[in-house]
């Protein structure tokens, strides 16, 4: 098993930034995907970005294009989500997940652990 831990989010006003975090313990694999989602009250859940970890190509959905950056530190097991430029759209829970292949994908249903979420609200 894998467990993923968040932390990073936090209120931000409108054209800030924020760095989140999602450290892996237990089984990790550093050659795996790792994917970032975002849920916003009364909404289906987002892909955000991923990333694989075998050669550290990235994937990133159409609304974050050109303002986020998914990156990862396979020595600490540990994968980034640099935000900028935030809008008040961005405002939503933001979940860390992981595949046990290094596909990347922006399907919630193939990934296989998820943490526990952190809440990014920005103000406008």
């Known amino acids: 098993q894998v467990q993923l831990v968040e932390s990073g989010g936090g209120l931000v006003q409108a054209g800030g930034s924020l760095r989140l975090s999602c450290a892996a313990s237990g089984r990790t694999c550093s050659r795996c995907a790792m994917g970032w989602f975002r849920q916003a009250p009364g909404k289906e859940r987002e892909f955000v970005a991923a990333?694989?970890?075998?050669?550290?190509?990235?994937y990133y959905g159409d609304s974050v294009k050109g303002r986020f950056t998914i990156s990862r530190d396979n020595a600490k097991n540990t994968v980034f989500l640099q935000m900028n430029s935030l809008k008040p759209e961005d405002t939503a829970v933001y979940y860390c997940a992981g595949r046990r292949d290094y596909g990347l994908t922006d399907n919630p249903m193939n990934y296989h652990y998820w943490g526990q979420g952190t809440q990014v609200t920005v103000s406008s």
């Open positions: 990333i694989n970890g075998n050669d550290g190509r990235t």
